[in-house]
Every structure is written in structure tokens, then in C-alpha cells.
């Protein structure tokens, strides 16, 4: 039977390539292990070895062309066989979820094992590894490739009907070009400092280079979770960002007389903060799509129906994200109560998992710091992302006269891959709308 | 103790010493885990052990055998009288089901699993607080396997008081035999109780509110245990709504029909058995961060991990079918998940066994389940009227019937209707588990004379081959 | 109770098969009694609530049972009692084992053992000496009452003619105890009730001792050196592995005996390293810390890379129940006095 050759994964997130040269052409011999292509990736360029012996029969990809992992680009086999003309449609990978949790200061003495990608919401129960109504592998074979880290679903097994022997999955796991993304590992915990200074300390090594002197700091492990999920957020997410501004005038009035009553609120501090967060839950009750993520796997939209409304938090080791539950149930008292604790708890890597889990939208605020405007990422598996900025006296146009008013420009990264930018800029409206008028606010409450 | 609290700690709580439970603490504690178990009964082993799988199979088997003995005539044995002393065929299945729950206690002292009996409850996701009966202990674990099981559900108007209207437990340990017995749920444990007490001697009806009688399995076997149902002078009322009833001597159970039209059955004694929900109520759950579907079933991974890290879930609790055999390979699952290492429940085939009279058992996809699935099959089906190992056993009923994929061979599922149907489906389990093809069942000897022989022939039969019946 | 608990004749008079067995602390220490018990008939055990109760806390479990109540008496509530007391007996030639319920309790006796238990062997140039082992919960963590948390261990270790020992672990804790029955001068043997029964630890079932006098190493590091004794070692070992993935190398010393301090361990730990953080809940003015601090000055000024950090509880009575986590030393605590020694 002929085999088809599906362009493998050939590195950490990749998943697509350009094929810069096929190296044999159709009706060659090949020999396993031979190099037949060169593909050129955001990484590098990397060579192609077959897979198997046979006859070239069929090439269905050009040079030039770009390519998906997953995708049936050579098929081999005895001559004379026939090849299906249509490419497989490409799979694309399972995007390794991001790990954005630094392990939280509980009271454990052993260090928790890197564990799987987070868990689906959705129960799904009892998945079995590949065919759902018959194996492809027996226990011992399943087992063999748990260990080995081998997804059995990537494999073409060598046995009677397509069955997966041991062999096969060794050899997968020998070839790190045909193996299959491991889980990804979580953030193993990270550095649990409070330094009190502000300025930035590394505690690198010095060295010199051609170019001159330079300083190797080793990554903390806050600083690699976050690396690495921001790169898999920008692969996953389609990243659209939309831009509006509010006028906070009539807001920063309501807020000026709180602030000025302080001492009736019992000793919480009250900020903008809870105003934008239940401005945030009215305008995603409008658009749902926005509060919400994609279950690739499933082909499915998973539409949250409570509000846990992420803050991003600055700390001296990088960027955290605790989560306001059920913000749709907490007047604006409480959740400026526990905004406050949270921020707290979060610059002294206090939080506990389940703190930083499970938010369905996130709003940063960067405007205390300055800036126009930025373009922030998603905090996956979150669809949205709203940010903040600074709030600026503008000269504005209103019924034709020029007046000074306290503005803020509001951003909104979408994913575009279920959110489309009119109902991204519909949201937006919303949002801005009622921070423009906060009486519209009040009512929602 | 006199002031304070003093916590005790381990690396792992297990919460539940039934078949999970047990089972998930023997195994920690051999992957060199410290282990608590807490349970809230004063014995272990759950239900299955106390008030379910056990005690119910040491009943069918008397049942059976005072059949048996009234039906050896015809083989030229004849017993004068059987009578059977309720008082004396309970304290038989006690002594049993206390030597089995305390083999579970002796073997989980033996692992170095520390017993704790009390209620439990999460005061976060590292601690739990047991009510005991010298007071509140506080437990820090490092993870928790969650092991509550389930509970009868409760049928509106048919409150338990346990002599009129009883559940399944007291079903299994009741001082007479009812002289009527109304059975409300034709699920596995109405009929396998049913035929118990009918065997010994009651009048027997069953009440069910759906349609059709074990709706999932195929229409063959169905019609077995209908046949076997009449036979036996079991009434049977399929598609009634069990509405109310009146206590008094006898009671009377008020049941509607599908036209809506009453039916008054007598009884002396009603069985409710219509379900089971999870334990997962008192908990705490919500507070931790572990998430349950709107039946209240913990969800979890196919590691056992539910949506709170270091929180897993396994048997009755997290749902699917409510097996105890589920729950030993959960609990298995969970340890080895919890030890580090790369465990996941793959499982494809969860066998089942309806101890009716003939057993049904069956391993993989019915053959209904195929056809739903869009599946291109191949089935073979030999009775065991056929076979002379059944013959010479005088167990004629029942066959055997193997559903493969038309193109693969690959074996599906198997069904088995028939005595001793629940030892055979074990070789169905394995061959479907591995993946296994017709060709490899029909070249594996059988010895002979068998039951097993029927797996041979209906494989055979599927692939046009059988022997010892005419191929159709 | 546990149901282990409940049972604890049986368990004490059923020697296992195996050569270990899994017990908490606070088992430890029942079978470090039970055992000298056994093995030597002048070991009695005296103070409130230890025969038929069993001590408050079941460190006496079963002993009254096995041993009867000539052996193990339960006295007055009477800490000058119990203590005058022992002293007698063990001058007289026996080697009593009092329970001081909890070391917040210790003040009546406090006469007694320094007027007398402490300088007997002086005062009679060597003829009497006192062989007693007062043992005591100490420490907090338990939310208790007042007087219950107390850790005033720099009250006997400034006193001459005491030994002062504080296991951390079930195996310390039988060693250890068992050693000091052997000893043949006054220890005071003080019990961290937290972690009582924190977590369990195979140890030999066979009676075995742990020297006096000698601390131990409990992981070796080459950044900074951390001293501590009881339920504190385990805070350094949480903080050491928080530490370690920020690439700082920790060396834990779990001191086992606070006087004689084994000074030696401590000194050439802290040569190496040139940091030292000094970890105690006793309060942080003349606590062993001051002590240690003192003793490294004398000996490694020059070897020092920072000034030696100590976390210790404050200054201040022991509060109650809600504020005892702020008062304890905990990891975070421990981590920050260490980033200071690194960034001197």
C-alpha cells in the first residue's frame, strides 16, 4: 500500500514551512532516511528524510508552496499503485497550551512533577488514545508510548490493519522529527522573591564579546513560563487589535466623591479598577463570543457563562494574572477588595493556583504607567483581551466647540479566528459607551 | 486532646474506602506513597462489598440452587422438599461480606495505609476536616483522590422507611420473603433481585418507566430475558409511571400506564431501585475549585484529575458506568498518575454483567452500538442449545454472538447470554483490549467440553466457518 | 484520635516482623519510652495525665498498661511537685522521665531545676548527679490557649548543668530520647507539637541511639547556610527548594541539640558558605540566634560575606490563635533574610 507522507512537526511550534527544494522528483527510488527536501521554517532550514524505501510515485507540493504540518506532500510506494490525488486536509497541531501559572506559595514540601496541559473544561471522559470504538494498540503498546511520550494518533502503525506495534513507537520516539509535541512542561515554580528595591537586579555573569561586554542572566522561571506563553499565544491566536477611547470625565467625577468619603469604606481602597471590570462583564453580556474560547479539538465554542475577569498585575519578576471569580456577583466594593488583595498577594507571589486560573477575559491596565495605546496579547485560552491607558486631557469636539475632557484610549486584542472585527468593534463601542457614561453603568449594576 | 489542633499530615488522602478507594490506597502505598484512607462506615469495601455486588451474588447463587433443586427431577435426583430459612441464608451472606471487609482492612494495614473512619470534608485544597467520634481531626495532604461513590436515588412519593418501601440494601438482608414484591426500576438490580425473590417463592412485579426493558442491548437479548421473565411468572409492567402508594396490609402501589389509565398492584413489600446520584455533595467542592457536571458527576481527565490540580476523582463519583471493576482500574489510574508516572485510563472495553437468570454479559460495542456508529459489520451468533458442555449442564438458553468490522475482521464486541456468561466475557475483554482479529480467536484452541467453545463457534459463525452449527 | 491511636497496648506489645516500621513524631517518642522502659526498671515516667489518659498528646500511650503505676504515675497538678520530685528519685538512683504538659507551664518548676537539678553534680563534686529527662511540647502552630505556644528554651540553655535537645523527625525523636535516658545528667527534651504528627518516617524498630551534642547536616549546599532546630527545619526545607530554583544552594543544619551547641558543624558550614540565617520561633532577643551569631563573629569574621540574618519570632508575648501565622517564622520569611545576606 502506498504511503503517504505527511509533513511532520520539525520543531517547537512550528507549524508550517516553505519548501525552498525538492532534492527528487517523481519515479526516484528513495531509500528511508534519505533526505528528499529542504523546508524552511520561522526557525531555520531543515532537511526532510524520508521515511521509507519506495518509489517516489506522487509529489504534491511545489517548491515555493507552503506547507502545513500535517499535510500529505510525497507519497511513496511500488510502482504502478495508485495514489489518492487529494491532500489529507491539513491537521494542524494541537497548540501546546500555555502554562501562564507560576506555581503558587502553598504549603507543599514536594515538588509537583511537570503534568499535563491544563485540564478541558469540558468533561471529557475517558478518551481513548486513538480510535474510539477499537484500539490501535494494545495496553502494553499504549503504555510503552505514554512513557515514551509518543501520541499514538500521529503514528501509521506497521501492524495487521493499521495496528501500532512496539517497534513503531520506539522509532517514533528515536526520530524526534516524527515524534509528536510532549505536553508541554508547567512553570516549575518560580523565584519567590520580595527584593524590595525597584530597580532591576540580575544576578548574571559578565563576560566580553566580539562586540563588546555583555551579561548572561539565567532565565527565572516566571520569566520562561511567560516566554514561552506569549509565543504560544501569538501562534494560536489569530491577534487582531482594536482601538477606542473613552471619555472618562463624568467617571473620574463619580470617583473623585468616593475618594473623597474614603473613610465610610472600611478601610478598602477604592480604583477605577472595579468600574472597568463591571463595565467589561455588561459589554461581554452583549457580546459572549468575547468571554469565551475554542475548543479546537471539539470544533466547538465554549461560551462561558460566569465573568472571571483577569487582572494583569506588574511584579519585580515579570507579569502575573489573578483572577477576579464571578465578577458578575460582587457590587463594586467587593471587587475593589479584592482587586486590591489580589495585587497584593501577586507581588508577593502569594496567590494560589487557584487565584490565576480559570478566567474567561482579561483587562490590563497599563495607563498608570503611560503610553497612547498598545496591542496586547491574549491570555490564552481566553478569546480577549482589553487594555487600559492613560487617561489624558484632550481637546475634543463636542456639539461643534472645542473643550478640554479627561480621555482614555481602550484596546482590544481578539482572537480573529471566532471573533470577527465588527462584533470586536461592537463590544468596544459598548464598553467605551458605558465608561462614557457611567449613569448607563449604574443601571446595569 | 486537650487544647488545639494539631493537624496530621500525608502525602495522599484517599476519601472512600470502597473498590476505588481501597484500591487506589493499596496502590499509592506499593508506589511508596503515605497514605490515609478514610471512610465513613465503620467497615470498608463500600457498597459493593457491604450492600451491593457481594451480598447480591451470594443470594442469586441460592436462589439458583433451590431452582436448581426443584428442577433435578428430570435428571433423576429428586429432594423431598427445599425450603429456604431467610435468618440462616443472611447470616451466610454476613459472614461472607465480613470476611471480605475485613480482608480489605488487614490488607490495607499490612500496605501501611492509615485507616481513619469519619465524614469528611475539604476545609481547602490541601486540608481536609473529618467529623469522627472523638471529634474533629484535621488532615494536610499534598493530593487527594476523591472516592465517595454514589447513593440510591430517591423516587418522589415512595419515601425509604425500610419495611415497607425498601432500597437495595435492605433488600439484601430482609428477616422473610415477601409473599408480594412490587419492584419499581427494571434496571440490573430490579431484576436481578426480582428473580431472586421469585425463585424463592414471592409474587413478583416489576414497574419500569421506559418503554423497553434494558433499552441499550440488542433486541436478542432482550427477548432472552423477556422469555426468561414469563417463564419464571414475573409480571412485568414496561413504559408505567410508578405514581403513589398506600400503606396497609397488603399496601397498595398506584401505577399509570402509557394511556394514563391506573393500575393498583399489592404488595407487602416495594423495591425502589430507579438509580444512583454521586456523593459529592458535602464535600466542599465548590469551595476548592473542583467542577461537577449538573448531575452533580466530578468531572476529570483521563488521568483522574479533576479541574482543581492535585485533586483527583475516580469510580461511582466521577460517573459512566457505575462499576466497581470501573473503579478499580481508576484507582490504579490515579495512583500511578499520582507517583509520577505516565498512567492514563485508555481502557476501551468496560465489560458488563446482568447476573438474570440466564446471565448477560458483554465486552465492547453491542451490536446496535456498531450500526449506530455507522460501522460496516460482520456478527455470528452460536446458541447454546448447541453446545454440549450447556446441554450436560442442563443450561441449554442463551448464545453467544461476536460482532467484528465487515473489512478488518477486527473483533467489536462480544455478547453473551447464558450461564456462566459473566466468566466468559473476560477472554472477549482481553481479545478486544488487544486489538485482536476473528482469525486470532478462531486459531486459539478452546478446550472441550466448554462454554467457552460457544466464543470459538460464534466467531467462526462470523466468519462463515462454524462447525457445530449451520452457517447462515 | 486516629484508630492507630486507639489501640496502642496492642501496638506497643506486638513487635512487628520488619526491621522498620512508619510512625509519626509523637509515635517516636512512645516507642522511644516503651523501649527504655523495657530495658532498664529504674526508668519512670511521671506528670499530669500521662498514665490512664495517656498524656494529652498520647506519648504515654499504653505505658501504664504494659509497665503498671509504679512506673508511670499520674501526679498533682504541680509542675515544683513533679519536677522536686524527680530529682529525688534520680538522685536516689533511679532515671525518671516528668512530662511538663507544655513548656509555658514550666515556671513553678523552674526553682527546682535551676536551684538544684542543674548544679547537683557540682555541688556534690560529682557524688549525685540528677539522671532526668523533663520532656515538653513546646512551640506553636496548634491555636491554643495562652501559655500553650511558649518556646523559652534560652532560659535553660543559659543555664549551666542542663542539656538542651529538640528533635525535628520521628528518627531524631527516638534516638535522641533514648539517648537522653541514657544520659546521666539532667536534658531537658523539648517536643515541636506542630508537627507531632505531621508526616510519618520508616525508622528501626529496634531501640537505637542518636549522639547528644552533635548536630546534622540535612543537605549540603555552598550559597548560605541555615541553622535550625524543630518544626523550623522543615520551613527551611521548603524555603531551601524555592531557593534552589533560582539557582541559590542552601545547606541546612538541623542543630538536634541546643546546648552544647555543636559548634564545630555550625562553624565550618558557615566557613564555607559565608552566609548564616539562624531560623527559631523562640524570640529573636537573646534566642539562640544571638548566641550563634555571637559565635560566629568570634570565629569567621573574616570569612563572612554578610552579616548573619536571624528569623525569629518577634519580640512580644505569643499572640493567639489568628495571629500565629504572622508570628512564626515561615518560608517567605526565610527566603527574604537570605536574598539580604546575598545582596550585603
Not at chain 1, 491537521?91 to 503558587?104: A, G, I, L, V, Y
Not at chain 1, 481602550?410 to 459598548?430: K, L, N, P
Amino acid at each position: 500500500m502506498a504511503f503517504e507522507f505527511k509533513f511532520p512537526d520539525v520543531g517547537e511550534g512550528i507549524h508550517e514551512g516553505k519548501i525552498l527544494e525538492w532534492l527528487i522528483q517523481e519515479g526516484n527510488k528513495v531509500e528511508e532516511d534519505q533526505n528528499i527536501m529542504k523546508v524552511e521554517t520561522d526557525k531555520a532550514v531543515v532537511d526532510l528524510p524520508s521515511p521509507v524505501s519506495g518509489t517516489v510515485l506522487k509529489i504534491h507540493a511545489s517548491a515555493g508552496d507552503i506547507i502545513h504540518v500535517g499535510d500529505v506532500i510525497l507519497t511513496v510506494g511500488e510502482p504502478g499503485e495508485t495514489v489518492k490525488e487529494s491532500t489529507a486536509p491539513s491537521k494542524s497541531p494541537e497548540p501546546s497550551k500555555p502554562e501562564t501559572r507560576p506555581e503558587p506559595s502553598s504549603e507543599k514540601l514536594e515538588d509537583k512533577k511537570a503534568s499535563s496541559p491544563p485540564l478541558q473544561t469540558k468533561p471529557q471522559f475517558h478518551s481513548s488514545p486513538s480510535a474510539d470504538f477499537r484500539p490501535l494498540a494494545t495496553p502494553h503498546t499504549r503504555a510503552l508510548a505514554r512513557k515514551l511520550g509518543v501520541d499514538l494518533s500521529r503514528i501509521q502503525g506497521s501492524g495487521k490493519g493499521g495496528r501500532i506495534t512496539d517497534e513503531d513507537v520506539e522509532q517514533a520516539a528515536a526520530r524526534p522529527h516524527l515524534m509528536a509535541p510532549l505536553p508541554a512542561s508547567t512553570g516549575e515554580g518560580a523565584s519567590q522573591t520580595r527584593t524590595q528595591s525597584d530597580s532591576p537586579r540580575f544576578s548574571g555573569t559578565t563576560s566580553s564579546t566580539e562586540e563588546g561586554e555583555v551579561e548572561r542572566v539565567p532565565l527565572s522561571h516566571l520569566r520562561k513560563v511567560i516566554a514561552s506563553a506569549m509565543t504560544v499565544s501569538r501562534h494560536t491566536s489569530a491577534h487582531v487589535t482594536h482601538v477606542d477611547e473613552a471619555d472618562v470625565t463624568s467617571l473620574l467625577e463619580i470617583y473623585g466623591d468616593i475618594k473623597a468619603r474614603q473613610e465610610e469604606l472600611g478601610g478598602v481602597r477604592m480604583t477605577l479598577m472595579p468600574f472597568f471590570i463591571k463595565a467589561a462583564v455588561a459589554a461581554l453580556r452583549k457580546h459572549p463570543l468575547l468571554n469565551a474560547s475554542f475548543d479546537e479539538e471539539a470544533g466547538e465554542i465554549v461560551l462561558k457563562k460566569y465573568f472571571n475577569i483577569g487582572m494583569a498585575v506588574d511584579t519585580p519578576e515579570g507579569l502575573i494574572v489573578p483572577v477576579v471569580k464571578n465578577a458578575e456577583s460582587k457590587n463594586l466594593l467587593q471587587l475593589a477588595e479584592e482587586v486590591q488583595s489580589l495585587a497584593l498577594r501577586a507581588r508577593e507571589r502569594r496567590l494560589s493556583l487557584n487565584e490565576i486560573q480559570g478566567g474567561t477575559f482579561t483587562l490590563t491596565n497599563i495607563g498608570p504607567i503611560g503610553g497612547l495605546f498598545a496591542t496586547p496579547i491574549i491570555h490564552q485560552p481566553e478569546l480577549a483581551i482589553v487594555g487600559l491607558h492613560t487617561i489624558q486631557e484632550r481637546p475634543v469636539v463636542r456639539k461643534g466647540e472645542i473643550v478640554i475632557r479627561k480621555m482614555m484610549h481602550t484596546s482590544v486584542s481578539f482572537d480573529h479566528r471566532i471573533i470577527d472585527g465588527a462584533e470586536a468593534a461592537r463590544f468596544m463601542t459598548d464598553f467605551v459607551s458605558l465608561l462614557s457614561h457611567p449613569g448607563m453603568l449604574m443601571v446595569r449594576l | 486532646m486537650v487544647v488545639g489542633s494539631i493537624s496530621r499530615g500525608c502525602q495522599v488522602a484517599v476519601i472512600g474506602g470502597g473498590p476505588g478507594g481501597y484500591v487506589a490506597a493499596i496502590r499509592l502505598a506499593q508506589l511508596k506513597k503515605d497514605v490515609i484512607l478514610i471512610e465513613q462506615e465503620p467497615s470498608l469495601g463500600g457498597i459493593c462489598l457491604n450492600e451491593g455486588c457481594i451480598p447480591s451474588k451470594a443470594l442469586i447463587h441460592v436462589a439458583d440452587l433451590t431452582l436448581d433443586a426443584t428442577q433435578a427431577h428430570e435428571m433423576g435426583v429428586d429432594i423431598g422438599g427445599v425450603e429456604v430459612s431467610m435468618p440462616r441464608l443472611i447470616a451466610w451472606k454476613d459472614s461472607i461480606v465480613s470476611r471480605l471487609t475485613g480482608g480489605v482492612k488487614m490488607l490495607c494495614e499490612r500496605n501501611g495505609v492509615e485507616i481513619i473512619h469519619g465524614k469528611a470534608s475539604f476545609a481547602s485544597d490541601r486540608s481536609l476536616s473529618v467529623e469522627t467520634s472523638s471529634g474533629t481531626v484535621s488532615i494536610d495532604f499534598e493530593e487527594a483522590v476523591i472516592a465517595t461513590g454514589s447513593s440510591p436515588m430517591p423516587l418522589k412519593n415512595f419515601p425509604l422507611d425500610g419495611e415497607t418501601v425498601i432500597g437495595s440494601k435492605e433488600a439484601l438482608s430482609l428477616k422473610e420473603v415477601p409473599r408480594r414484591l412490587v419492584i419499581i426500576g427494571a434496571g440490573y438490580v430490579g431484576l436481578e433481585l426480582g428473580m431472586v425473590y421469585k425463585k424463592f417463592g414471592a409474587e413478583v412485579s416489576v414497574v419500569e418507566f421506559l418503554p423497553d426493558l434494558l433499552p441499550q442491548q440488542d433486541d436478542d437479548v432482550v427477548a432472552s430475558i423477556g422469555k426468561r421473565l414469563e417463564a419464571l411468572g414475573m409480571d412485568l409492567y414496561l413504559g408505567h409511571r410508578a405514581d403513589r402508594f398506600e400503606k396497609g396490609d397488603p399496601s397498595r402501589v398506584f401505577i399509570v400506564d402509557p394511556d394514563g389509565k391506573e393500575v393498583v398492584l399489592e404488595a407487602d413489600t416495594i423495591l425502589v431501585s430507579i438509580g444512583r446520584n454521586p456523593n459529592s455533595k458535602d464535600l466542599n467542592l465548590e469551595t476548592i475549585g473542583v467542577n461537577t457536571d449538573e448531575k452533580g458527576f466530578i468531572t476529570v481527565s483521563d488521568r483522574m484529575e479533576s479541574s482543581s490540580p492535585g485533586i483527583y476523582a475516580i469510580g461511582d463519583v466521577i460517573g459512566g458506568p457505575l462499576l466497581a471493576h470501573k473503579a478499580y482500574r481508576e484507582a490504579k489510574v490515579a495512583a500511578e498518575v499520582i507517583a509520577g508516572e505516565p498512567s492514563a485510563f485508555d481502557n476501551v472495553v468496560i465489560p458488563a454483567v446482568v447476573y438474570t437468570d440466564p446471565e448477560i454479559a458483554w465486552a465492547g460495542l453491542t451490536e446496535k452500538e456498531a450500526r449506530a456508529k455507522g460501522l460496516n459489520i460482520v456478527t455470528g451468533t452460536f446458541p447454546f442449545r448447541a453446545s454440549g458442555r450447556a446441554l450436560t449442564l442442563n443450561q441449554p438458553e442463551g448464545f453467544v454472538k461476536t460482532i467484528a468490522e465487515a473489512e478488518t475482521k477486527a473483533i467489536l464486541g462480544v455478547v453473551i447470554v447464558g450461564s456462566s456468561a459473566s466468566e466468559l466475557v473476560s477472554e472477549a475483554a482481553l481479545a478486544i483490549e488487544m486489538g485482536a482479529f476473528l482469525d486470532d480467536l478462531a486459531g486459539t484452541i478452546h478446550p472441550h467440553p466448554t462454554l467457552s467453545e460457544g466464543l470459538l463457534e460464534s466467531v467462526e459463525a462470523a466468519l462463515n466457518q462454524a462447525i457445530h452449527m449451520v452457517n447462515r | 484520635m486516629t484508630a492507630a491511636a486507639q489501640n496502642p497496648a496492642a501496638q506497643l506489645k506486638a513487635v512487628p516482623s520488619q526491621q522498620t516500621e512508619k510512625v509519626t513524631l509523637i509515635q517516636a517518642i512512645t516507642r522511644a519510652l516503651a523501649d527504655e522502659m523495657r530495658r532498664d526498671p529504674s526508668v519512670l515516667i511521671l506528670g499530669e495525665d500521662v498514665g490512664v489518659d495517656g498524656g494529652v498528646f498520647r506519648a504515654t500511650e499504653g505505658l501504664l498498661e504494659e509497665f503498671g503505676p509504679d512506673r508511670v504515675m499520674d501526679t498533682p497538678l504541680a509542675e515544683s511537685g513533679i519536677i522536686g520530685t524527680s530529682i529525688g528519685l534520680a538522685v536516689a538512683g533511679f532515671r525518671p522521665v516528668p512530662e511538663i504538659q507544655f513548656m509555658g507551664f514550666i515556671y513553678p518548676a523552674l526553682n527546682q531545676i535551676f536551684a538544684h537539678a542543674a548544679r547537683m553534680r557540682t555541688r556534690s563534686r560529682g557524688r549525685f548527679t540528677v539522671p532526668m529527662v523533663i520532656r515538653m511540647p513546646y512551640g506553636g502552630g496548634i491555636r491554643p490557649p495562652e501559655h500553650h505556644s511558649e518556646s523559652y528554651e534560652s532560659l535553660l540553655i543559659h543555664t549551666p548543668g542542663l542539656k538542651v535537645v529538640v528533635p525535628s523527625n520521628p528518627h531524631d525523636a527516638k534516638g535522641l530520647l533514648i539517648s537522653a535516658i541514657r544520659d546521666n545528667d539532667p536534658v531537658i527534651f523539648m517536643e515541636p507539637k506542630r508537627i507531632y504528627r505531621a508526616f510519618r518516617e520508616e525508622i528501626p524498630v529496634e531501640p537505637f541511639t542518636v549522639p547528644l551534642g552533635k548536630a546534622h547536616v540535612l543537605r549540603e549546599g555552598t550559597d548560605v547556610t541555615l541553622v535550625a532546630y524543630g518544626a523550623m527545619v522543615r520551613v527551611c526545607l521548603e524555603a531551601a527548594q524555592w531557593l534552589e530554583k533560582d539557582g541559590i544552594s542552601s545547606e541546612i543544619i538541623d542543630l538536634r541539640t541546643l546546648h552544647p551547641l555543636d559548634r564545630d558543624t555550625v562553624l565550618n558550614s558557615v566557613a564555607r558558605t559565608g552566609r548564616a540565617v539562624v531560623v527559631h520561633e523562640a524570640p529573636k532577643t537573646l534566642g539562640l540566634g544571638a548566641e550563634i551569631t555571637a559565635l560566629i563573629n568570634e570565629h569567621l569574621l573574616l570569612q563572612l560575606l554578610a552579616p548573619v540574618e536571624r528569623v525569629a519570632g518577634f519580640d512580644s508575648v505569643f499572640p493567639l490563635a489568628q495571629l500565629e501565622d504572622h508570628y512564626l517564622p515561615h518560608k517567605d520569611r526565610v527566603i527574604a533574610a537570605v536574598r539580604k545576606t546575598l545582596e550585603f
